[in-house]
């Protein structure tokens, strides 16, 4: 919101201290290729988002195969994606709970 207001560069917008919370992670070789899966939001209880990763742009795979020839990837490295519908802006105060099957939850309060 303001940072873009202002004209400020996309990454002052979206990368800000505390702006990329992440929940436990994951090794593939106990969850499997990740192609399909629900993915959720609720902002205050209410769901604001309720998709598939299979609705992604690019998938999972892709996503790495096209990465690793810009960066180099490393074991551990992680990888934000957007999402695919659903973005709408939150203020101070409110508790957003993200979901990914199988995957388990993780609750944010902004501040």
């Known amino acids: 919101g303001e940072a873009k207001k202002l ?4 990454e002052v917008g979206k990368g800000f201290d505390y702006s990329a919370p ?17 993915i959720s939001l609720a902002v205050n209880g209410a769901s604001k988002q309720s998709s598939d990763l299979s609705s992604m742009i690019w998938n999972v795979a892709e996503s790495i195969a096209y990465l690793s020839g810009l960066f ?7 990888i934000f994606t957007g999402t695919p519908e659903g973005v709408g802006p939150v203020v101070a105060g409110d508790t957003m709970l993200g979901a990914i ?3 388990g939850e993780l609750r944010v309060v902004v501040k």
């Open 7 to 10: 004209g400020r560069p996309w």
């Open 22 to 38: 992440i929940g436990p992670l994951h090794p593939r070789s106990k969850v499997g290729t990740l192609a399909k899966g629900a």
């Open 72 to 78: 180099e990837l490393k074991a551990g490295d992680i």
């Open 101 to 103: 099957a199988g995957l």
